[in-house]
């Protein structure tokens, strides 16, 4: 126990520096694009999931949380805000920089994401239109989204909150997984979930439903310890929106609504991480 101890805390802080480096230059770019990015998605029109995913894959504060919100406001449509979920990759990116893993397999897991949230997006608004029930009335709603993104504290002080939630949270992952790993063995849990190709995606996608960064840390840490292969780290990132979910039922009205929205993200997600898996796509 001890030394699982000293080896969680021996590797947390060696990531504290590239958290915090990371997270300062994200706060700084968050800062001078997130309303032109915002201004950006809501005149996209049809081309919605084209610029919802790629927008949705810069790990900007609270990305999930805007696009929810103009969806509940009909600003944008269903398809747009589900590319939005599908490539928005939370904890993922400044996770990856900080542990010092391959760029190129960072730079394919965001284009596979965004490749995925394009294509659903379009098909999703185009069956919407074939079947005529995107024609709601459109409701501008004020909203604020404040309460979910504090970056108004200038970027030094947020990049420092975000750097030591995210540091404290990402050692009790560490420590969790590192239990794990010694009393169960890392060879059995890794063929397990190898060994079986739809229980690996469904187990990544359960993930994902966690409704705020936890998914993402836990899902990265797991994949970049050996623990899950690449297609169920994905199908657990495709599903995971962050606190976008959350606002998802608060704002927008009709509960089952919002429940096929969430069956509809978790179905896309699992099922890529399925096909992912039978092809054989490495990272």
Request: glycine share 10%.
């Amino acid at each position: 126990m001890l030394e699982i101890i000293e080896e969680t805390l021996v590797d947390g802080v060696k990531l504290l520096p590239f958290l915090f480096i990371t997270y300062l230059i994200m706060e700084y770019i968050e800062h001078k694009t997130s309303e032109k990015a915002k201004d950006t998605i809501k005149k996209s029109g049809k081309f919605g999931p084209l610029i919802g995913s790629i927008l949705g894959a810069f790990p900007q504060c609270g990305f999930s949380v805007a696009a929810t919100n103009l969806y509940a406001a009909r600003v944008i449509t269903l398809g747009t805000l589900i590319s939005v979920y599908l490539s928005t990759s939370d904890e993922m990116i400044p996770i990856f920089i900080s542990e010092g893993a391959s760029i190129t397999t960072l730079i394919k897991i965001l284009g596979i994401k965004i490749l995925i949230g394009m294509i659903a997006g379009f098909i999703i608004d185009l069956i919407l239109r074939i079947r005529k029930k995107d024609d709601e009335e459109e409701r501008i709603i004020d909203l604020c989204e404040k309460e979910h993104c504090h970056c108004d504290h200038g970027i030094v002080k947020s990049a420092l909150k975000h750097t030591i939630n995210i540091f404290l949270f990402v050692l009790l992952i560490t420590f969790v997984i590192n239990i794990i790993i010694h009393l169960v063995g890392e060879e059995t849990i890794g063929n397990f979930v190898k060994s079986n190709v739809i229980l690996g995606p469904i187990f990544g996608g359960i993930i994902g439903l966690i409704p705020n960064c936890a998914a993402s840390v836990i899902l990265t840490q797991l994949y970049l310890e050996n623990v899950i292969p690449a297609a169920t780290m994905i199908s657990g990132l495709l599903v995971g929106a962050g606190v976008g979910l959350i606002v998802l039922f608060k704002m927008n009205k009709g509960i089952k609504q919002n429940l096929k929205i969430t069956g509809l993200l978790y179905t896309i997600g699992v099922v890529s991480g399925i096909i992912i898996q039978l092809i054989g796509i490495q990272f």
